[in-house]
């Protein structure tokens, strides 16, 4: 089991940065896939982003491709969400969360499904303005 804990939310201009941090704690020996994603009200949950941090595999959705960065710390057992040009549309609660390795998961769609993930944080907000 692991908890994790999201932070770096906040309100910014149309253009302007964030920096997502998700703390992981519990069972940091196990080995986890890690995904963000975000859910605007009235909308679908959307995967943000996804990697392996004990591989160099990541994937992103189409609409942040070369925007967002997600990135990671094994030391911290923390990982981040870099995102830069932040439109309007970014608006949303943007949630870390982990499932436990095997060897049956793969392709794009699959690691951007939050369905497909175990553990969940609380969420963060985000708020872009025109």
């Known amino acids: 089991q692991v908890q994790l804990v999201e932070s770096g939310g906040g309100s910014v201009q149309t253009g302007g940065s964030l920096r997502l941090s998700c703390a992981a704690s519990?069972?940091?020996?196990?080995?986890?896939?890690m995904l963000w994603f975000r859910q605007a009200p009235g909308k679908e949950r959307e995967g943000v982003a996804a990697?392996?941090?004990?591989?160099?595999?990541?994937y992103y959705a189409d609409s942040v491709k070369v925007r967002f960065t997600i990135s990671k710390d094994n030391a911290k057992n923390t990982f981040y969400l870099q995102m830069n040009s932040l439109r309007p549309e970014d608006t949303a609660m943007y949630y870390c969360?982990?499932?436990?390795?095997?060897?049956?998961?793969?392709?794009?769609?699959?690691?951007?499904?939050?369905?497909?993930?175990?553990?969940w944080g609380q969420g963060t907000q985000v708020t872009v303005s025109s």
């Open positions: 969360a982990a499932r436990a390795v095997d060897g049956s998961f793969f392709g794009q769609s699959r690691r951007l499904d939050p369905s497909e993930y175990r553990y």
């Open positions: 519990g069972d940091t020996s196990s080995s986890y896939y």
């Open positions: 990697c392996y941090p004990r591989g160099g595999s990541t």
